[in-house]
C-alpha cells in the first residue's frame, strides 16, 4: 500500500496482532500499524485505522513479492501471534489520501457498526461488534435472538438499501498516479527550494508512481549531493518521507 508518511509513537515486540487491533479498535486510534513476521516467508503487513475501525490493510511477502489485500489481508494478520509492530499516528487529511491512494486495499467489514432502532417511540442507538462474525454466516434463529435483545425491528429492503449506500458513501476514487508525484514534487520544493532544479528535472520524466520507484536511486543520488548546502537529517528525512509514499 501507499500510505503518507506518519509519526512513529511506538514499537512492540513478540505481540499479537489480534491484541494490538483491540487497543487501537478500544483507543479510536487514527493512523496505520506496520507489522513484521514470519507466515511461510518474512512478511510486512499494513493496517490502517479511522477512529479505531479498520479500514485498510495489505500484507507483502518479501521474498516472493506476492501482495495480499484488504479482507484476504486481515485474516492473515489476525492469525499472527509474534510480531513486530511500528504504530503511526496519521492525520485525517492524510487517512483521506491512503484511502484515496488503495482502493483495491479497502476492508469491507467494519469491525463495529451502530444501528439506530425505533422502540415504543423511544429512538435507540446500539453498538454491535462484528469481529466474530467474519466470514460466518448467522443462521435465521440466531439472527431473531439477536435482535430480540437488542431491541431491533427487522429492517425494510428499503431501509437496507439505504444503509448499504450510507456504508459505502466514502469509498475513494481510483488512485490517482499523477497526484503522488504531484505530493513528491510538493515536498522536494518544500524541503530544498531552488536547490530542487536537478530533482525537478529527474521527477519530470516520471508519469507514474512506477517510473518514480525505479528512478529513486537517481533521486537519492542527486538530493544526497545537496549536503554542502543541506543538513544530512533533512535530506535523509525526505527521502524516507518520499520512500513511504511511492513504497520503494
Partial sequence: MLIPKGEKVEIRKN????EILEELSNSAFTGYVEFYYKYGELSKGQLVL??????????????????????????????????VAEIYVLEDEKVEKALNWNKNALIRLEPKITVASDVNNSKTETTIDLTHYRGKEIAAPDR???????????????????????AFDEVPLEMNKEEVVNEVRKIIEDRFGKLSKK??????????VDELAKNFELLERE???????VPRKKIDETLEEIRQIIGS
Fill in 223 to 229: 538530493a544526497r549531493k545537496l549536503s554542502l548546502f
Fill in 199 to 208: 530533482l525537478l528535472e529527474i521527477l519530470d520524466e516520471c508519469k507514474t
Fill in 15 to 18: 505481540c499479537r496482532v489480534s
Fill in 144 to 166: 431473531k435472538k439477536i435482535l430480540e435483545k437488542y431491541g431491533i425491528r427487522e429492517p425494510t429492503p428499503e431501509e437496507i438499501d439505504a444503509l448499504i449506500k450510507n
Fill in 50 to 83: 479511522r477512529n479505531g475501525n479498520l479500514i485498510a490493510g495489505s500484507v507483502e511477502k518479501i521474498v516472493s513479492k506476492k501482495e495480499i489485500l484488504g479482507d484476504k489481508a486481515l485474516d492473515e494478520l489476525k492469525k499472527i501471534e509474534n510480531c
